[in-house]
Antibody, heavy 126, light 111 residues
Framework: QVQLQESGPGLVKPSETLSLTCAVSGYSISSGYYWGWIRQPPGKGLEWIGSIYHSGNTYYNPSLKSRVTISVDTSKNQFSLKLSSVTAADTAVYYC???????????????????WGQGTLVTVSS | QSALTQPPSASGSPGQSVTISCTGASSDVGGYNYVSWYQQHPGKAPKLMIYEVSKRPSGVPDRFSGSKSGNTASLTVSGLQAEDEADYYCTSYAGSNIYVIFGGGTKLTVL
């Protein structure tokens, strides 16, 4: 059974960098699929942040691309999120998830997210 | 790229059927069969209910079904049960560069 678990600081100061890690168990990241981050501000909807393949290829939401870095550590079977220059608008529950994707011929297609981690609330405040 | 459009709320009585729509454009919902639906109970992580427009993952009751017509995808819940009360989100592949787009979510109430 594939399980994902987010970890990282629950409080980040404005203008600093938010850093989260997602530990994967029950499945080797190197075996396939894409691995993504999704966030949900309190009382609001879901927003895709970005995804990564075990090779290190990354795909980002254009609206966040300038501030986001997603990396993977296959030796630890985990992947990470860094979001720089955070503001109060970045306060959200952050989820990590496995994603189906298919990249070939320079074109990538992405589909469902499953399973999801339980989520971790990150508050941006001084 | 704007979010996919979902009605903010939907409701039905136990045993009834309810359909939730998800409207996009030819560049996302209408252009690809990569629409999926998620159920989210309060304080919980979303759960995949439908993928690739109409496929159901193992363990999801067959009361849940998906379809698509043009730029609008739909999730139908038949034989409503109390535990179906939750928020539902659609998502679609949106082409190169944008990749993934979510709907704003629909709160389903079982009366």
């Amino acid at each position: 059974q594939v399980q994902l678990q987010e970890s990282g600081p629950g409080l980040v100061k404005p203008s600093e960098t938010l850093s989260l890690t997602c530990a994967v168990s029950g499945y080797s990241i190197s075996s396939g699929y894409y691995w993504g981050w999704i966030r949900q501000p309190p009382g609001k909807g879901l927003e895709w942040i970005g995804s990564i393949y075990h090779s290190g290829n990354t795909y980002y939401n254009p609206s966040l691309k300038s501030r986001v870095t997603i990396s993977v550590d296959t030796s630890k079977n985990q992947f990470s999120l860094k979001l720089s220059s955070v503001t109060a608008a970045d306060t959200a529950v952050y989820y990590c998830t496995r994603q189906w994707g298919n990249c070939s011929g320079g074109r990538c297609y992405f589909s469902w997210f499953d399973p999801w981690g339980q989520g971790t609330l990150v508050t941006v405040s001084s | 790229q704007s979010a996919l459009t979902q009605p903010p709320s939907a409701s039905g009585s136990p045993g009834q059927s309810v359909t939730i729509s998800c409207t996009g454009a030819s560049s996302d919902v209408g252009g690809y069969n990569y629409v999926s639906w998620y159920q989210q109970h309060p304080g919980k992580a979303p759960k995949l209910m439908i993928y690739e427009v109409s496929k159901r993952p193992s363990g999801v009751p067959d009361r849940f079904s998906g379809s698509k017509s043009g730029n609008t995808a739909s999730l139908t819940v038949s034989g409503l049960q109390a535990e179906d009360e939750a928020d539902y989100y659609c998502t679609s592949y949106a082409g190169s560069n944008i990749y993934v787009i979510f709907g704003g979510g629909t709160k389903l109430t079982v009366l």
